[in-house]
């Protein structure tokens, strides 16, 4: 087995979910969390110090989880679906981790043929109303998702792991990936794309990258 891991926010899609979210509760909110969500992704602030205050602002309810999943899907990465397509006949097993939300990530990992996703998950009362999230999910805090990758990498023994992202969170993982690669279609980090061991701008360029 060999490991592909992607990000999915601003890699896999060209938005951000948790600032879609707070777009849907106006303007005011999604200037909050949307600077919250950029500080967090250049490594200026920790994860886990804005994770919960941006969902304790926008309160986000289970009906609005279809419209998000939807932009997801309709600004996915032109090259994604070819590119994980061939992968996987290459012999490469993909997983998106993500610091976003399973409920809201699933359809757009089905549309990829993604099977796994390690993701958090929000959680709803029988209305429908926001009531809390996986506090204990990893992404959740800064040093995640390495720590995520350590345990895929116990479980499925791969004989190599590649990373793909865009974000500080996911040039934390390079330790222990054999292979980091940024990614900047969307946003061209500068500590990313100076940190990763190759830097894209397409995930169609994985393909030789990966060969």
Known sequence: MKLVIFDCDST??????IDELARLRGPQVFAEVEAQTREAMEGKI???????RRLAIIQPRRDDLAAIA?????QVEPTALATIT???????????????FRQVIAPLAAHL??????????HFDAAGK?????EQFPTTRSGGKPACITALRRELSPTRTVMVGDGVSDLEAKPVVDQFIGFGRY????????GAHAFI???SELVPLLK
């Open 12 to 17: 896999l899609s060209a938005i951000e979910g």
């Open 201 to 203: 701008h397409s995930l």
């Open 46 to 52: 920790s994860v886990e110090s804005v994770f919960g």
């Open 86 to 100: 061939q992968l996987k006949a290459a012999g490469w097993t993909p997983v998106i981790l993500s610091g976003g």
């Open 70 to 74: 939807r932009r997801y899907i309709e």
């Open 130 to 134: 926001y009531t809390g999230y996986n």
């Open 187 to 194: 946003v061209e980090r500068a500590k990313v794309k100076a």
């Open 113 to 122: 043929g993604i099977a796994r996703i390690e993701a958090v998950d929000l």
